[in-house]
């Protein structure tokens, strides 16, 4: 099973708030090559289930999987703001 969590770290009293969850099951299905899978999507709006069938997940990441449910979902909105940020010195002064 795979569980994705988002959370909300206050910067300004500690505090964490969960904001979301995915979690995501095989459902033993498919082959070697091929998964198919079953979950939820819980976020402000309520709990949501779907089905995800025949992902390469020999092919692809695990991001993958997520991204193609996220977006059949409706999630991928705002996809044309975001940038791609290249160099690991950027990404570390982030954090």
């Given at each position: 099973m795979?569980?994705?969590?988002?959370e909300?770290?206050s910067?300004?009293?500690g505090?964490?708030?969960?904001l979301?969850?995915m979690t995501?099951?095989?459902?033993k299905?498919?082959?070697c090559?091929?998964?198919?899978?079953?979950?939820?999507l819980k976020?402000?709006?309520?709990?949501?289930g779907f089905?995800r069938t025949?992902?390469r997940?020999?092919d692809?990441?695990v991001?993958t999987?997520?991204?193609?449910?996220?977006?059949?979902?409706g999630h991928?909105?705002?996809?044309?703001?975001v940038?791609?940020i290249k160099?690991r010195?950027?990404?570390?002064?982030?954090f």
């Open positions: 795979i569980v994705v969590k988002v909300l770290h910067a300004r009293d505090s964490i708030r969960e979301g969850r995501i099951a095989n459902d299905s498919g082959s090559s091929e998964g198919n899978y079953y979950g939820t976020a402000e709006y309520g709990t949501r089905r025949n992902f997940r020999q692809c990441s991001w999987l997520i991204g193609s449910i996220l977006s059949k979902l991928a909105k705002g996809a044309k703001e940038t791609e160099s010195e950027d990404v570390t002064e982030l």
